[in-house]
Protein backbone atom coordinates (compact mmCIF):
# COMPACT_ATOMS: atom_id res chain seq x y z
CA UNK A 1 0.00 0.00 0.00
CA UNK A 2 1.04 3.53 -1.21
CA UNK A 3 0.66 5.64 1.78
CA UNK A 4 -0.97 9.05 0.46
CA UNK A 5 0.17 11.90 2.76
CA UNK A 6 -1.00 15.15 0.53
CA UNK A 7 -4.15 16.58 -1.51
CA UNK A 8 -3.41 15.53 -5.08
CA UNK A 9 -5.39 18.57 -6.25
CA UNK A 10 -8.77 19.80 -5.89
CA UNK A 11 -10.92 17.81 -4.19
CA UNK A 12 -14.25 16.32 -5.80
CA UNK A 13 -17.04 18.75 -5.41
CA UNK A 14 -19.17 15.98 -3.98
CA UNK A 15 -16.16 15.34 -1.10
CA UNK A 16 -16.09 19.17 -0.14
CA UNK A 17 -20.17 18.93 0.11
CA UNK A 18 -19.95 15.56 2.22
CA UNK A 19 -17.69 17.63 4.88
CA UNK A 20 -19.87 20.92 4.38
CA UNK A 21 -22.76 18.50 5.16
CA UNK A 22 -21.22 16.97 8.22
CA UNK A 23 -19.92 20.47 9.44
CA UNK A 24 -23.52 22.14 8.99
CA UNK A 25 -24.65 19.11 11.55
CA UNK A 26 -22.29 19.90 14.45
CA UNK A 27 -20.20 22.98 13.70
CA UNK A 28 -17.05 21.79 14.88
CA UNK A 29 -13.12 21.78 15.05
CA UNK A 30 -10.89 18.75 13.76
CA UNK A 31 -10.87 16.23 14.92
CA UNK A 32 -14.22 16.04 16.36
CA UNK A 33 -15.29 17.09 12.93
CA UNK A 34 -13.45 13.75 11.66
CA UNK A 35 -15.59 12.02 14.31
CA UNK A 36 -18.71 12.93 13.05
CA UNK A 37 -17.70 12.42 9.65
CA UNK A 38 -17.03 8.61 10.66
CA UNK A 39 -20.74 8.92 12.33
CA UNK A 40 -22.13 9.90 8.74
CA UNK A 41 -20.36 7.63 7.09
CA UNK A 42 -21.36 4.83 9.10
CA UNK A 43 -25.00 5.20 8.95
CA UNK A 44 -25.08 6.46 5.59
CA UNK A 45 -26.66 9.79 6.41
CA UNK A 46 -25.31 11.68 3.32
CA UNK A 47 -27.20 10.69 0.21
CA UNK A 48 -27.38 6.61 1.03
CA UNK A 49 -23.44 6.88 0.74
CA UNK A 50 -21.44 4.17 2.92
CA UNK A 51 -17.76 4.81 3.63
CA UNK A 52 -16.91 2.73 0.37
CA UNK A 53 -18.80 5.07 -1.68
CA UNK A 54 -17.23 7.79 -0.15
CA UNK A 55 -13.68 6.83 -0.64
CA UNK A 56 -14.71 6.87 -3.99
CA UNK A 57 -14.96 10.42 -4.22
CA UNK A 58 -12.10 11.13 -2.13
CA UNK A 59 -13.17 10.70 1.34
CA UNK A 60 -11.07 7.89 2.91
CA UNK A 61 -10.92 7.38 6.68
CA UNK A 62 -7.63 5.51 7.44
CA UNK A 63 -4.52 7.16 8.68
CA UNK A 64 -2.71 7.46 5.86
CA UNK A 65 -5.95 9.67 4.16
CA UNK A 66 -6.41 11.50 7.26
CA UNK A 67 -4.05 14.60 5.73
CA UNK A 68 -5.94 15.01 3.17
CA UNK A 69 -9.25 14.80 4.87
CA UNK A 70 -7.84 17.67 7.86
CA UNK A 71 -6.95 19.62 4.86
CA UNK A 72 -10.41 19.63 3.09
CA UNK A 73 -11.96 19.87 6.49
CA UNK A 74 -10.32 22.96 7.19
CA UNK A 75 -10.72 24.49 4.20
CA UNK A 76 -14.55 23.87 4.92
CA UNK A 77 -14.70 25.05 7.89
CA UNK A 78 -13.30 28.79 7.06
CA UNK A 79 -15.46 29.01 4.30
CA UNK A 80 -18.34 28.29 6.72
CA UNK A 81 -16.90 30.49 8.89
CA UNK A 82 -16.18 33.62 6.97
CA UNK A 83 -20.01 33.09 5.90
CA UNK A 84 -21.38 33.53 9.43
CA UNK A 85 -18.90 36.61 9.96
CA UNK A 86 -20.90 39.55 11.42
CA UNK A 87 -20.96 42.72 9.43
CA UNK A 88 -22.30 46.01 10.21
CA UNK A 89 -24.18 48.27 7.98
CA UNK A 90 -22.40 52.23 7.37
CA UNK A 91 -24.75 54.87 6.19
CA UNK A 92 -22.47 57.17 4.63
CA UNK A 93 -23.09 60.42 2.49
CA UNK A 94 -22.60 59.71 -0.96
CA UNK A 95 -20.40 61.64 -3.33
CA UNK A 96 -22.19 64.64 -4.64
CA UNK A 97 -22.27 63.77 -8.14
CA UNK A 98 -25.59 65.43 -9.94
CA UNK A 99 -27.64 68.56 -8.16
CA UNK A 100 -30.54 67.67 -5.23
CA UNK A 101 -32.72 68.54 -7.86
CA UNK A 102 -31.68 65.55 -10.60
CA UNK A 103 -31.76 63.44 -7.51
CA UNK A 104 -35.44 64.47 -7.08
CA UNK A 105 -35.94 64.04 -10.90
CA UNK A 106 -35.40 60.32 -10.73
CA UNK A 107 -36.45 59.51 -7.13
CA UNK A 108 -38.99 56.58 -7.94
CA UNK A 109 -41.66 58.15 -5.62
CA UNK A 110 -45.30 57.76 -7.71
CA UNK A 111 -45.78 61.65 -9.14
CA UNK A 112 -48.88 61.94 -7.45
CA UNK A 113 -48.01 61.10 -3.90
CA UNK A 114 -44.50 63.10 -4.58
CA UNK A 115 -47.04 66.00 -5.10
CA UNK A 116 -49.15 66.42 -2.07
CA UNK A 117 -46.84 64.63 0.96
CA UNK A 118 -48.97 64.11 3.69
CA UNK A 119 -49.12 66.51 7.22
CA UNK A 120 -47.16 64.11 9.37
CA UNK A 121 -43.99 63.16 6.40
CA UNK A 122 -41.00 64.89 5.60
CA UNK A 123 -39.09 64.19 2.85
CA UNK A 124 -35.11 64.58 2.28
CA UNK A 125 -33.07 64.93 -0.75
CA UNK A 126 -29.64 63.40 0.43
CA UNK A 127 -28.35 60.70 -1.41
CA UNK A 128 -26.59 58.08 0.72
CA UNK A 129 -24.72 54.90 0.02
CA UNK A 130 -24.64 51.67 2.10
CA UNK A 131 -21.45 50.29 2.30
CA UNK A 132 -21.01 46.61 4.39
CA UNK A 133 -18.28 46.90 6.78
CA UNK A 134 -16.50 44.08 9.15
CA UNK A 135 -17.49 44.25 12.70
CA UNK A 136 -14.42 43.45 14.12
CA UNK A 137 -15.50 40.41 15.16
Request: charged share 20%.
Amino acid sequence: MIPRTATTGAPHPDAVAFVRFCYQRRRVGWPELYDEMCAVAGRGLYRGLSTDDLGGIGVGFSLFDMPALASHAAQVVAEEVALRRPVSVVIAPAPMTASPADVAATDSVPPERASRPAADERSFDVPVRLVLASSGV
